[in-house]
């Protein structure tokens, strides 16, 4: 891989994502300066990291030794203080609903997500500009949070897998969630790569990725580099792509004008609406009214403030604020409708999924047992035939009824307690008509009964709504920690919290749920915009502050909107649901998206209900507003040590030595 040897082409120059001409260019260092590099070999002066455990191990004590001049666009990962850089310059902060929820894959929307979608770009541009044949091998580099998850834990992470399956052509949104381990396993078996899914060419994992886990690009924690060379190893085009949270790609070109359009990747289908944001707030009162932009949508924003006073204005609510924003971006009205049936659907799916796998165990080396299908499996213990499965054992004691059949419709379940009266069964002993009492064991009470204070006896205590809301989002976040089809909302770490919310709507509370789910998704998405533009949704910037912290403010959000809270109240239900999730720190367990991840989600729902509840009985009286809440939430993420925020250096740490797990690093 070019590091200290690599020459920097000239910016006009470089493969750019998204505004080169579509047409070939000279992708080429001046015959003065050209750098050639071997194919079957690494460039002089270049530190790989490698994806062996051996090769790590013997390299990661020469860490502090390298010199600074190998890498000159890098910089030490703890000298990174910026958060939401790329963001700050924009003009205002709206962008498609339908980017900020994307479908993709687990574990992680910026470890998964975003680097396939890079890798995919990558190609895109160089089959675009008739480079593509040309190409004999490819290098990548990975920075920060994304090399860091590497050796120990390519199957666990899939940064590489992702890259490397995006660099064939497959697409997040598209691809065979099944078919990702066997095509990687071939991939470095074979040591060959499809480019586009028709250029073969011979790729070697311990040979053309290099991992940089101490180095950052000044960008953002999540950086990586392609570069693509021809059979002379010469430079053809290279590029730096920024994975920035919730599968969202920039680049140097395009952190100012992002290129919203990446998750659409195919530039030449993207409505022009969203490959700009060259856009204007409203103009100033008293100010001369201006022929309306053709590129701007009609209702910017850039702040809650600004937010709320279109609402007063125009008398609409958030979600039709954002709805017409939608229009301007070239959907239709069933383009619209389509779109958000299509992520709940998604949603819908992964929960069925989660409750309903036969798989006991997550995969990684804790060995996660999942919950998700046991907690369904007792939630709805004698209430449907056919919707809890039959494979899942029978839980509890005694008079359980066999999976599927419906109790009597009047009286207690027989399968609902061992404890509990069973009505309508024969007397046991001819004392009494018609039904009995089952014996129950002796209760077991912890404590000495000789004292003052006597102990509580053990109870159970049953709430059914809110318990099924917890459910939810520990299945959503299981399927995602298993690699399965999933909605970055905003991110992959904390994809659980929305779903379950707008699932408790609609299963406890609507009675359309339709306009339950467009007001929902579209409430939340004006709120992740701002967090977006003010802050960050990503955890190697801001900690799981940044991930379930703004999931539970977008949540809270959506569910005061469905239950008619006015815009101001429901910009309020925002502020409590990520005031109550400052300072969240990102450091599981093992680096993997499951502990404390996955309960962490589901109290995130549960947050996000109250916080809505709160606000709708506060009758807006507050103290804080949400745009001060982003940006408490901004300079909390800049202080917060690098150790917190996805690198597994803290409690992981301490963990490690207790269960003798080796470190990796989160992909939240």
Known sequence: MLAATRLRLPHARRVVASHLPLRPLAFRVPAASRTRVSPGGTTSGTRCYASTLKRRADESDEAAKRPEEEDKDAIPAEALTTVGSHEHEHEHAVISTFDLFSIGVGPSSSHTVGPMRAGK?????????GLLEKVKTVKITLYGSLAATGAASLNIHHTPQAILLGLEGSDPETIDTGTIPSRYAAILENKSLTLGGR????????????????????????????SVFDEDGELLATNEYFSVGGGFVVNEKTKVDENLFYKGVDKSVVHGARLHQTHSSEPAPGAPSE???????PY??????????LTKKHNMTIAQIVYDNELHFGYSHEDIHEKLMRIWSVMDDCIRTGVSTAEEKLPGRLGLRRRAPMLYRRLMRGFYPGLVSPHLPQLGAGHAEPVGRIDAPHGLSAGSDASMPLWGSEPESGHGTGRRISASRPTRVIGTLEHPVTPMPPRKTM???????SCYAIAVNEVNASGGRIVTSPTNGAAGVIPAVLKYIVEFVSDDPEKSVVTFLLTAAAVGMLFKRGSTISAAEGGCQAEVGVACSMASAGFAACMGASPETVLQAAEIGIEHNL????????????VPCIVRNSLGAVKAVTAAQLAMASENVYSVTLDEAIEAMRLTAADMS??????????????????????TVPAC
Not at 291 to 297: E, N, R, T
């Open 121 to 129: 770009i990558f190609i895109g541009d160089l089959e675009a500009l």
């Open 199 to 226: 250029h073969r060419i011979t790729y070697d994992m311990d040979r053309d990725m290099v991992w940089r886990w101490d180095q950052v690009l000044k960008t953002h924690p999540n950086g990586m580099r392609f």
């Open 291 to 297: 022929a309306p932009d053709p590129i701007q949508p």
């Open 300 to 309: 910017p924003f850039v702040s809650g403030d600004s937010l709320l006073a």
């Open 463 to 469: 709430i059914p709504a809110m318990d099924f809301l």
């Open 583 to 594: 300072g969240l720190t990102c450091d599981p367990i093992d680096g993997l998206v499951q």
């Open 642 to 663: 690098v150790k917190y925020k996805e690198t597994s250096l803290s409690c992981s740490s301490v963990l490690q030595r207790t269960v003798k797990i080796p470190l």
